[in-house]
T-cell receptor, first 111, second 113 residues
Framework: SQQGEEDPQALSIQEGENATMNCSYK?????LQWYRQNSGRGLVHLIL?????REKHSGRLRVTLDTSKKSSSLLITASRAADTASYFCATDSGTGNQFYFGTGTSLTVIP | DAGITQSPRYKITETGRQVTLMCHQTWSHSYMFWYRQDLGHGLRLIYY???????DKGEVPDGYVVSRSKTENFPLTLESATRSQTSVYFC????????????FGQGTRLTVV
């Protein structure tokens, strides 16, 4: 399975701190995406990074991609209580027709 | 309303019954997907569709049937529900293949008793 794995499974931090979560995957990809899921809701797209990119920013989010290590990290800076959610990485399949999701990191930001 | 909607939001059914989960999107996205989400497994792809009348299996297709007669609709049918199919089901769509963002519905929580 191409399914990625996020690490850690759970993370608890104080408001204002930075949160870093990692994703590892198994086979070559064309792109990697990060999604957020609030409790009881659907997933919301955060950022997409292509295999020829090493770093990408969007607001307080910074994503890095290391294709040699088959890993990616998501950094949320200056976290807020509203960032409390589960975060998933998603990779495309070899054919590019499918998304494969990891098992997620549950982030709790304590006010 | 524009977007992707799933119905019902909650469903309880008995073992052996047929149940259909509905998914409707208003963007005319080519690709649509069905996932199930279970604790410890993340999201697993059941079926996907690249266009009307084109469907293909994902990681866990057994016990499920899909159809896509119209671009905007992608129903998922459990032909004979089993307790192992108790899960939260998410439908998603994307403009093209997996190189663009996917838009998710709110999910259907299905309980098979």
């Amino acid at each position: 399975s191409q399914q990625g794995e996020e690490d850690p499974q759970a993370l608890s931090i104080q408001e204002g701190e930075n949160a870093t979560m990692n994703c590892s995957y198994k086979t070559s990809i064309n792109n990697l995406q990060w999604y957020r899921q609030n409790s009881g809701r659907g997933l919301v797209h955060l950022i997409l990074i292509r295999s020829n990119e090493r770093e990408k920013h969007s607001g307080r989010l910074r994503v890095t991609l290391d294709t040699s290590k088959k890993s990616s990290s998501l950094l949320i800076t200056a976290s807020r209580a509203a960032d409390t959610a589960s975060y998933f990485c998603a990779t495309d399949s070899g054919t590019g027709n499918q998304f494969y999701f990891g098992t997620g990191t549950s982030l709790t930001v304590i006010p | 309303d524009a977007g992707i909607t799933q119905s019902p939001r909650y469903k309880i059914t008995e073992t052996g019954r047929q149940v259909t989960l509905m998914c409707h999107q208003t963007w005319s996205h080519s690709y649509m997907f069905w996932y199930r989400q279970d604790l410890g497994h993340g999201l697993r792809l059941i079926y996907y569709s690249a266009a009307a009348d084109i469907t293909d299996k994902g990681e866990v297709p057994d016990g499920y049937v899909v159809s896509r007669s119209k671009t905007e609709n992608f129903p998922l049918t459990l032909e004979s529900a089993t307790r192992s199919q108790t899960s939260v089901y998410f439908c998603a769509s994307s403009v093209t293949r997996a190189d663009t963002e996917a838009f998710f519905g709110q999910g259907t929580r299905l309980t098979v008793v």
